[in-house]
């Protein structure tokens, strides 16, 4: 049995079906990536797994409990959104003392050794954090919470590039010591696939893959070379899309290749994550 079952779940907003029919099995102790582009579903299926919202048809299970108006499976997850969710006149050392609160088993000392790594001071009332140090403010409770279940949206908005290579470094030495099913919500997706191991791309709230990282790179290819030599070539293949320059094109291609099987004059190049991720979007 997966950990996080989510079984055809439809999420409606009056005559807008923000999601539609998804089915997903997340397993214990893995980190996702969630990604599409912006209005995708991606917020609303985070918010439905964490009781939020609530779904217009389907069920979702946490260890095999719906998570409907049921604190145990609730109690589990940690949900780092992109709203700051305490009170903007607290400090951060008291922020992190009402954590301990609601999360038995936050870490103040881990909180605090994190504020260092991350050059944040603990007396700073909330209000007065930048935009990037409210984001790693929130990130710290987030890693201190040691729950089981992980949803990070949109984490490293406003961080700059040293940050973000500072956070992406905790959370893989956070889930080596602490591991946990993390899900990753997130723009920035060429920095983030070097940690996921699954990735989910949903868009217009359908699930349009749900693999391991490793076989989908192995299976996404651009081909190039001429006009009529790609043309011929592409013919009965998965083609995510094309782009023509001149008498020049080049195919997106989802699908496995034999290296054998390539004519002559066209050049075959990996796509890493992210320009599959374009490609498979845009058509």
């Not at 997340?26 to 209005?39: E, V």
Request: net charge negative.
């Amino acid at each position: 049995m997966s950990y996080i079952e989510i079984r055809n779940i439809t999420k409606a907003f009056g005559n807008t079906i923000a999601l539609d029919n998804v089915s997903l099995n997340l397993d214990q102790n893995k980190i996702y990536g969630l990604l599409g582009r912006n209005g995708a579903g991606k917020t609303t299926l985070l918010n439905l797994i964490t009781n939020k919202l609530f779904p217009t048809e389907g069920e979702i299970l946490v260890d095999g409990e719906s998570v409907i108006e049921n604190d145990k499976p609730l109690s589990k997850m940690y949900y780092m959104t992109e709203k700051n969710l305490y009170p903007e006149n607290m400090n951060i050392k008291n922020a992190f003392m009402w954590s301990k609160e609601f999360y038995p088993d936050f870490d103040e000392n881990y909180a605090k050794a994190l504020c260092e790594k991350f050059a944040l001071k603990s007396s700073k009332k909330i209000k007065a954090l930048s935009t990037g140090y409210k984001s790693i403010f929130k990130i710290i409770v987030a890693l201190a919470c040691k729950t089981p279940i992980l949803l990070l949206d949109e984490p490293v908005l406003g961080l700059d590039a040293n940050h973000r290579d500072l956070f992406y470094k905790e959370l893989l030495l956070n889930y080596s010591e602490s591991p946990r099913t993390i899900i990753i919500s997130t723009h920035l997706i060429e920095e983030a696939a070097d940690i996921i191991e699954d990735v989910i791309v949903i868009k217009d709230g359908k699930v349009l893959m749900n693999d391991s990282v490793e076989k989908v790179l192995s299976q996404g290819y651009s081909v190039s070379g001429t006009t009529a030599a790609i043309d011929n070539f592409i013919v009965g293949k998965k083609v995510l899309g094309v782009d023509s320059l001149g008498g020049l094109k080049t195919a997106y291609l989802h699908e496995k290749i034999d290296q054998s099987t390539i004519p002559n004059g066209l050049e075959v190049t990996r796509l890493d994550l992210q320009k599959l991720f374009i490609h498979m979007t845009n058509y």
